[in-house]
């Protein structure tokens, strides 16, 4: 468990007690205290112990040197972590010729399974003229806008028109009528919302709107659970989510 000792380090570690099938033999975070059980290094280089697949819930500092050790023992890699720079997403794509290694926008298996669904919607439902929109509420803290994981979701019903569709965040600026091919997004920032996001198919007397709420951030710790078991033994090659819910 890369980055054990943070918020989700430790929420994963909670999950994993409970599972028969899965264990984490070592933790690595600059935090060296061993606080569930196993041992705690400074580096994955340090770390004696074997090991199946590392999952990496860390920050973007810290990701280099994983992806590096990750090459270097020919180890899987889930990696959670977000914000990546392009250098370092070439560089996941560079270790994934070397390792498996899975990377995804959004680790929660609803959300995925989401993002299968609202293409479907989309060849069908836009293919019927229905404008597409996207809504998505976060915290208060949350400094991007919009979420990626909204991102992901106008990339996937785009990419089931064909890529014809362009994206609009803010129409404060503009005074004309809709374009029939834009994809709005919305953002809606305040409290302590965790994660919501209402893709909406509007057409001429129906509308159709698929939603997904996230109650708790231990919905992405589960989803990273699950990758790591789908990941270990794979080929070297680039994963996501998606290939975890078949």
Do not use: W
């Amino acid at each position: 468990m890369h980055g054990c000792n943070g918020a989700m380090g430790q929420t994963i570690a909670k999950i994993v007690e409970q599972e028969a099938d899965i264990q984490i033999v070592a933790g690595v975070d600059l935090d060296t205290e061993e606080k569930n059980g196993f041992p705690v290094y400074p580096s994955l280089r340090e770390v004696a112990a074997e090991a199946d697949v590392v999952v990496d819930f860390s920050c973007a500092q810290a990701v280099d040197g994983l992806l590096a050790d990750c090459r270097e023992r020919r180890l899987p890699v889930v990696v959670c972590t977000t914000g990546l720079s392009k250098e370092q997403i070439a560089g996941l794509e560079e270790t994934a010729r070397e390792t498996a290694v899975l990377r995804s926008a959004n680790m929660s298996l609803g959300v995925n399974t989401l993002l299968k669904l609202v293409a479907e919607a989309a060849r069908v439902l836009a293919g019927a003229g229905f404008d597409m929109e996207i809504v998505e509420k976060h915290h208060d803290q949350k400094l991007d806008a919009p979420s990626g994981t909204a991102l992901a979701l106008a990339d996937s019903m785009n990419r089931a028109m064909d890529d014809g569709y362009h994206y609009i965040y803010d129409r404060s600026q503009r005074r004309q009528k809709r374009d029939k091919k834009e994809i709005g997004i919305s953002a809606v920032r305040g409290g302590s919302i965790v994660g919501e996001h209402d893709v909406i198919f509007a057409g001429k007397d129906e509308v159709v709107i698929f939603s997904h709420t996230a109650y708790s951030k231990a919905i992405f710790a589960k989803g990273a659970v699950e990758a790591a078991k789908y990941l270990a033994g794979k080929e070297a090659g680039l994963y996501t989510m998606a290939d975890v819910i078949g």
